[in-house]
């Protein structure tokens, strides 16, 4: 379903998820103070507009209110990025995720009710931790600190063997969602499933127990 985005602030980050917004056919409003950045965006946003997002003013001209979702990725200067969550919350608009730019800054976004606040670059370092520590993982998504959901790939080890063989709730505490062979998927994985190295295992758990698993699992 097309849905309609706004995003202040097109440095690396903002620029980047506005292009793949875009890209995935959804309505994107790009604004940025600096007319180059704006510019270099104009065939990858539905409109784009040079505007301050600290000027309550400019930004209720522009229809920001309309917008269920905004994307506040000023980085640097944390006091502009602080006063324009503060002006999109007064809006009401349901939606505001917030990049921030260290811990205060984080603490301090959730206290003026951004909805997410969210660290790409210490979150993409510990997502390439990840990878680099582990030749098995494929993907990896984050649910909290200390829960996340791995993709992982089965390996000679469990060849043959059955999900109930591996038994690996029991054992790590962790559970299969899905595996993924060639071309389908399967969300309902059966017990009496049987592996083969290549398979990809849709991996919930603690990480600690995502880490024994592909450790001493595979
Ligand atoms: P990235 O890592 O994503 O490149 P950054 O953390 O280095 O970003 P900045 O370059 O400081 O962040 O800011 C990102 C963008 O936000 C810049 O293009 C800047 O012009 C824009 N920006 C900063 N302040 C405002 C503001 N008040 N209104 C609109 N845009 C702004």
């Given at each position: 379903m097309k849905k309609q985005f706004a995003i202040i602030g097109l440095g690396r980050f903002g620029s980047s998820v506005c292009k793949e917004l875009h890209r995935m056919n959804h309505d994107v409003l790009a604004i940025d103070k600096d007319k180059h950045k704006v510019n270099e965006l104009k065939n990858h946003a539905t409109h784009t507009m040079v505007a301050d997002g600290t000027d309550e003013t400019v930004m209720s001209k522009a229809g920001i209110r309309n917008f269920d979702?905004?994307?506040?990725?000023?980085?640097?200067?944390?006091?502009?990025?602080?006063?324009?969550?503060?002006?999109?919350?007064?809006f009401d608009i349901k939606q505001v995720w917030v990049k921030a730019q260290n811990d205060h800054h984080h603490k301090v976004l959730e206290k003026i009710g951004a909805d997410k606040v969210f660290h790409p670059e210490s979150d993409m370092g510990e997502r390439i931790a990840e990878f680099l520590t582990s030749e098995k993982v494929i993907d990896y998504i984050d649910l909290s600190d200390e829960f996340?959901?791995?993709?992982?790939?089965?390996?000679?080890?469990?060849?043959?063997?059955?999900?109930?063989?591996?038994?690996?709730?029991?054992?790590?505490?962790?559970?299969?969602?899905?595996?993924?062979?060639?071309n389908k998927v399967d969300v309902t994985p059966h017990p009496e499933d049987r592996l083969n190295p290549g398979d990809i295992l849709v991996v919930i758990g603690h990480k600690n127990d995502l880490r024994r698993f592909q450790k001493e699992g595979l």
């Open positions: 979702h905004v994307i506040v990725a000023i980085g640097e200067d944390i006091q502009a990025s602080i006063l324009c969550t503060l002006i999109l919350k007064d996340s959901i791995v993709e992982t790939l089965a390996t000679e080890k469990v060849k043959g063997k059955s999900l109930a063989d591996l038994d690996i709730r029991a054992k790590y505490g962790c559970t299969i969602i899905a595996i993924k062979q060639k």
